[in-house]
């Protein structure tokens, strides 16, 4: 069995390029309920893609149910669940497989089963279209923080289109930008949108006549910009004569502050409190993968170093306290870990071989972190999809994914299986 690291490694490269698709999808989604097992004593809900490609939600009692399709011509498979920020509505992909007609839509549903009706279509692809990030991947979502709207990437000719719908419908959404690589962050008041397309840095005002200004700061080298939680500062890469350099700076460009240099490709999140900044660095050009893992105080610019690679992806808790990180764990497989950054504890929770579109979701994580964050809302829990890898074993990567798993980080149980499924998503509360 045994399949050796650079090839999970390759495997991971491809999916960031939007090159893997998911092979073996079933032939016509099943209608039935996927059985569950308990969340009792987690918080809130989660929304998962069956194997079967439906739309899930499950509560705390173990409860699932899949919401109906609204009417669209591509209604055939369910994906990508996205909470609203208030935990009253997902928006997801439906998209076909059919490779005469490809094509997707974006529906909303209300996630209350006692008041759902059908979805409601809030867009839906030109016919031929094709998907944004992969076969199985139609677009990318993204709610605004106060729940008003919704900005997704769709494919668009020879580049990804960025638009902006509003979730009360009327007039259709708006086209903001469209270019390749493409990536974007909201402002915390939702009013407007960072936009990284190519090498140039855009902001968009989505109030009135919706202005693109350009922020003359210029890299190829990571994914995502990012928003700090005050809403006061942005941070980006912007190359310079000696080398590319994580910088911050006011939302419109103004009084820039170069926190460190950068070398390779390189990811960065802001804390929840904003006071710092977790960067990742690949130290090689155009290496997918981080080899290391630094946090920077924005006040000072100190940096501590607190991991070297290789490294996939990495999240903030919700308290600021742990990063959640994935990192190779032997030849064959991967494994979440927890550091605690007071302590210096860094725990090991689980290895696993992530499901195609678990993958998808790390090879993405700093775009991937504002709507799929593995952190429940009590910092308890963390959410994969995928199949656990015991200690010793030598799994094949064409083997099933197991299952939607949920691990403890304070170790006191073990990896607890809920659903059988390929993606999941928390709801944002913090209580059952």
């Not at 190829?220 to 190359?239: F, K, T, V």
């Not at 972190?369 to 990567?397: E, M, Y």
């Amino acid at each position: 069995m045994g399949a050796a690291l650079p090839g999970l490694l390759l495997s991971l490269a491809l999916m960031a390029c939007g090159a893997m698709g998911v092979p073996g999808l079933p032939a016509t989604p099943s209608a039935a309920t996927t059985p569950a097992s308990s969340l009792s004593g987690v918080p809130g809900r989660i929304a998962y893609v069956s194997e079967d490609y439906r739309l899930t939600i499950m509560d705390a009692g173990g409860r699932a149910w899949q919401p109906a399709p609204g009417a669209s011509a591509y209604q055939t498979y369910q994906t990508w669940p996205v909470w609203s920020p208030l935990g009253d509505a997902v928006a997801f992909s439906v998209f076909s497989n059919d490779a005469f007609t490809p094509g997707g839509a974006i529906q909303v549903v209300q996630a209350d089963r006692r008041q759902v009706g059908s979805a409601r279509l809030l867009f839906q692809d030109a016919p031929g279209a094709g998907p944004a990030l992969g076969l199985a991947a139609p677009h990318y979502l993204q709610w605004s923080p106060d729940g008003a709207k919704i900005a997704f990437l769709a494919a668009g000719g020879d580049a990804l289109s960025l638009y902006v719908a509003s979730r009360a419908g009327g007039e259709g959404p708006r086209l903001v930008a469209q270019g390749a690589p493409l990536s974007f962050a909201w402002s915390p008041d939702s009013q407007s949108l960072l936009v990284h397309r190519g090498s140039e840095l855009l902001r968009a005002d989505l109030s009135g006549s919706q202005r693109v200004m350009t922020l003359e700061a210029r890299s190829q080298d990571y994914r995502a910009p990012s928003w700090s939680p005050e809403a006061q500062s942005i941070a980006y890469l912007a190359s310079t004569r000696g080398g590319n350099r994580l910088t911050i700076s006011r939302q419109d460009g103004s009084g820039r502050l170069p926190l460190a240099p950068v070398t390779g490709m390189a990811a960065f999140l802001w804390s929840p409190d904003g006071r710092r900044l977790a960067l990742g660095q690949s130290l090689e050009a155009r290496d997918p993968l981080m080899q290391a893992i630094e946090v920077l105080e924005v006040a000072t610019g100190r940096s501590t170093p607190v991991f070297r690679g290789p490294a996939i992806a990495f999240f903030w808790s919700p308290d600021g306290r742990k990063l959640a990180y994935v990192t190779a764990s032997n030849p064959s497989a991967l494994q979440w870990r927890t550091l605690d950054l007071e302590s210096g504890a860094d725990i090991s929770l689980a290895e696993f071989l992530p499901s195609g579109e678990e993958l998808t979701l790390l090879a993405s994580f700093d775009l991937h972190a504002a709507s799929h964050t593995p952190w429940s809302a009590d910092g308890r829990w963390l959410l994969f999809a995928g199949s656990l890898v015991q200690q010793g074993d030598a799994p094949a990567l064409d083997i099933p994914a197991d299952g939607v798993y949920i691990l403890d980080v304070t170790g006191q149980e073990p990896p607890r299986r809920v659903a059988r499924g390929l993606l999941a998503a928390w709801s944002p509360e913090a209580n059952s």
